[in-house]
């Protein structure tokens, strides 16, 4: 056995540079896809793109579609993780400023993502049909419980759950699908953080007081 000492620390090892490269080509994938849709993007552009030969993205991922729903699976993880914050036993105002802070995040940190998922609904969501009338169904459906439970125990207003998760994401995800028109408006070559800072401010007072709570959104420490 070769002993470990002869193992440079510093060396990658095969693994991670899998990892590493998997990575490179989601992000890359995901620029693409947002500029281009699904149909103008191709395996030459995303190689570009991520600085590496067309050869390593058909290593990794086969074909176009495989690569496109690799991007689609690596969106719906990124936005529906937030949502655990939603649970029967969470205080409402704490769980919301949780939820609707982290999906503007999102939108500040990713906004191609919301441009990528944005296409594939207006295209008719070829690609992910199943699971937006299976998975995400069942997982609105659950949440939807909890805000009704909030609801009947008098925690929150009078209000009909799942369109009220609708507001959340169509006011989130504006500030990433339309940040042209955002940025125009505003006046802004770019947005920055402290303009999110205060977009988030502003979101969260309508979000709460829609669902009857305390304008004041909750420390962020404390939510």
């Known amino acids: 056995m070769m002993p470990s000492s002869s193992i440079a620390t510093d060396t990658p090892l095969p693994g991670r540079i899998r990892r590493e490269n998997g990575e490179r080509i989601l992000k890359a994938a995901e620029l693409v ?9 191709t395996m030459a552009d995303i190689a570009d793109r991520a600085g590496l030969p ?8 086969g074909t176009k ?22 649970t029967p036993d969470a205080d409402p105002a ?21 441009k990528v998922f944005a296409n594939e609904m207006l295209h008719g969501a070829t690609q992910i049909e199943r699971f937006l009338a299976e998975d995400l169904r069942r997982l609105v459906d659950d949440k939807a419980a909890v805000i009704d439970g909030w609801v009947a125990a008098g ?41 999110f800072a205060h977009i988030t ?21 404390n939510a």
């Open 33 to 41: 896809f947002a500029e281009a849709g699904f149909a103008g993007a």
């Open 54 to 61: 067309k050869a390593n993205l058909h290593y990794y991922f």
């Open 65 to 86: 579609e495989e690569l496109y729903r690799a991007v689609l699976d690596n969106i719906l993880r990124l936005w529906l993780s937030p949502i655990d914050a939603i």
């Open 94 to 114: 704490k769980a919301l400023t949780a939820y609707v802070t982290a999906k503007l995040e999102a939108s500040r940190t990713r906004p191609h993502a919301s």
């Open 155 to 195: 925690r929150v207003a009078p209000l009909d759950a799942r369109q009220f998760l609708f507001m959340i994401w169509a006011v989130t995800q504006h500030y990433a699908d339309f940040d042209v028109q955002v940025r125009k408006v505003m006046g802004r070559r770019t947005l920055t953080r402290q303009d």
């Open 201 to 221: 401010a502003e979101v969260l007072r309508l979000i709460l007081r829609a669902a009857g709570l305390p304008d004041t959104p909750p420390h962020p420490s």
